[in-house]
T-cell receptor, first 116, second 107 residues
Framework: NAGVMQNPRHLVRRRGQEARLRCSPMKGHSHVYWYRQLPEEGLKFMVYLQKENIIDESGMPKERFSAEFPKEGPSILRIQQVVRGDSAAYFC??????????????FGQGTRLTVV | QQPVQSPQAVILREGEDAVINCSSSKALYSVHWYRQKHGEAPVFLMI?????EQKGHEKISASFNEKKQQSSLYLTASQLSYSGTYFCGTEQGKLIFGQGTELSVKP
C-alpha cells in the first residue's frame, strides 16, 4: 500500500510563472489537506478537500492560489504568477472517510518550491 | 484557532524524560500528535479521541484532558532518534497544528 505521493519533490520557478503541485492520496483515502511550511516554522493550513468538493479553503490566499481534487487523478495545488514569498515546502496529507478529525492523516514527502 | 504548545524547545540528554503540552481555547474532540525531523515529512504518532484517553507508541505516550482542553505528550527514557519537532493537531472542521516543539536529544 503506497503512501501519500507528492510530485515533484523539488520545483524551481521564475517569478511570474505558474507552479503545479500534485498529491496522490493513499489508497482508500478520500480527503486531502494542503499545508505550507516556511523554514523553521510550523504547518500552516491552506485547504481541505474531498473528491470534487472543497470543504474548507479558509487558509488559502485570496489571489493566485487554487486547489482541486477531481473524481479521478491527484489533488492539484496551483499557484499562478509566483513571487519569492511563495518559496516554501508544501505538504499534503490524506485521510480516509469517517468522522472528520477522528481518523489519522498521513503526510506526503512534500514539494519544495523555490522561486528565483 | 491554532493550539498552543509548550515549551517551544527542549534539550535533553539520552535517557531523560520530557513532557510537551498542547492546549486550545476551543473544545477539543480529538488530538493528533506528529513528529517531524529536519527536511522530512511529519510522521503520525498517535490520535486521542476521548477525554481521558491515553495511548502509547514505544516509550512515547499521551493523555487527553477534554475538560481542560489539553493534551500532553510524554517521552520517557529519551533516545537520540526522538530528536525532531513535535506538533499537536486539533480538529476544528479541519486539522490545525500548533507551532511545534523542537526536541533535541544529546548523547
Amino acid at each position: 500500500n503506497a503512501g501519500v505521493m507528492q510530485n515533484p519533490r523539488h520545483l524551481v520557478r521564475r517569478r511570474g510563472q505558474e507552479a503545479r503541485l500534485r498529491c496522490s492520496p493513499m489508497k482508500g483515502h478520500s480527503h486531502v489537506y494542503w499545508y505550507r511550511q516556511l523554514p523553521e516554522e510550523g504547518l500552516k493550513f491552506m485547504v481541505y478537500l474531498q473528491k470534487e468538493n472543497i470543504i474548507d479553503e479558509s487558509g488559502m490566499p485570496k489571489e493566485r492560489f487554487s486547489a482541486e481534487f477531481p473524481k479521478e487523478g491527484p489533488s492539484i495545488l496551483r499557484i499562478q504568477q509566483v513571487v519569492r514569498g511563495d518559496s516554501a515546502a508544501y505538504f499534503c496529507a490524506s485521510s480516509p472517510p469517517g468522522l472528520r478529525g477522528n481518523t489519522e492523516a498521513f503526510f506526503g514527502q512534500g514539494t519544495r518550491l523555490t522561486v528565483v | 484557532q491554532q493550539p498552543v504548545q509548550s515549551p517551544q524547545a527542549v534539550i535533553l540528554r539520552e535517557g531523560e524524560d520530557a513532557v510537551i503540552n498542547c492546549s486550545s481555547s476551543k473544545a477539543l474532540y480529538s488530538v493528533h500528535w506528529y513528529r517531524q525531523k529536519h527536511g522530512e515529512a511529519p510522521v503520525f504518532l498517535m490520535i486521542l479521541l476521548k477525554g481521558g484517553e491515553q495511548k502509547g507508541h514505544e516509550k512515547i505516550s499521551a493523555s487527553f484532558n477534554e475538560k481542560k482542553q489539553q493534551s500532553s505528550l510524554y517521552l520517557t527514557a529519551s533516545q537520540l532518534s526522538y530528536s525532531g519537532t513535535y506538533f499537536c493537531g486539533t480538529e476544528q472542521g479541519k486539522l490545525i497544528f500548533g507551532q511545534g516543539t523542537e526536541l533535541s536529544v544529546k548523547p
